[in-house]
């Protein structure tokens, strides 16, 4: 069984740019979420895919986007970078979306913007 | 509002020993809590979990204890190895409007002494 990754696993970009991370949830799952985690401080939701939609957002700008694909991979978007965006992304799949499902999180993709 | 929160940034416990790492909610509604482990430059690990019908759950070395009357759970690690060292982040959820989202707290870095 594949656990979730991630891809790139570094990336360096400028003030205004855009930028895509990926991520392929574990095997038999459907929810995806993604996750900010700033240097210190523990991951925050951005938001949440279940069957292609997204299905509830966090306190993040519209300029954070994302997607979910029929084989319930996902992209994270987020167009016009500024410094503060510079962190951990976390993707993490579960199986449903229940409470109690754990999510698993891949191993991130480390984000620097300069 | 830190809805969830590790207030002991840092904690050092001798080879053999136990480390007891807290962790204290306000949002009544969350129903079930998590531990994870992470290590520098990788995604955090799914270590246990309990739901909130429950006030235990063992997993080999390690323990989640939940007292939901004074909105605290803690996690026991007996005996702390030394490849224990990690940061260790509590997270809970709710299910409410239909997304399934993570609170993280801030994390306690967990140094376990040879």
């Known amino acids: 069984e594949t656990g979730v990754t991630q891809s790139p696993t570094h990336l360096i970009k400028t003030r205004g740019q855009q930028v895509t991370l990926r991520c392929s949830s574990q095997?038999?799952?459907?929810?995806v979420s993604w996750y900010q985690q700033a240097l210190g401080q523990g991951p925050q939701f951005i938001f949440q895919?279940?069957?292609?939609?997204?299905?509830g957002r966090g306190n993040f700008p519209p300029r954070f986007s994302g997607l979910q694909f029929p084989n319930y991979s996902s992209e994270l978007n987020v167009n016009a970078l500024e410094l503060d965006d510079s962190a951990l992304y976390l993707c993490?799949?579960?199986?449903?979306?229940?409470?109690?499902?754990?999510?698993?999180f891949g191993p991130g993709t480390r984000l620097t913007v300069l | 509002d830190q809805q969830v929160k590790q207030n002991s940034p840092s904690l050092s416990v001798q080879e053999g020993r136990i480390s007891i790492l807290n962790c204290d909610y306000t949002?009544?509604?969350?129903?079930?809590f998590l531990w994870y482990k992470k290590y520098p430059a990788e995604g955090p690990t799914f270590l246990i979990s309990?739901?909130?019908?429950?006030d235990k759950n063992e997993d080999g070395r390690f323990t989640v204890f939940l007292n939901k009357s004074a909105k605290h759970l803690s996690l026991h690690i007996v005996p702390s190895q030394p490849g224990d060292s990690a940061v260790y982040f509590c997270?809970?959820?709710?299910?409410?409007?239909?997304?399934?989202?993570?609170?993280f707290g801030t994390g306690t870095l967990l140094a376990v002494q040879p």
């Open positions: 993490a799949s579960s199986l449903r979306l229940a409470s109690t499902d754990t999510q698993y």
């Open positions: 095997s038999g799952h459907n929810t």
């Open positions: 895919y279940y069957r292609e939609e997204e299905n």
């Open positions: 949002n009544s509604m969350f129903d079930y």
């Open positions: 309990i739901s909130s019908i429950k």
């Open positions: 997270a809970a959820s709710a299910y409410g409007g239909a997304t399934n989202k993570l609170i």
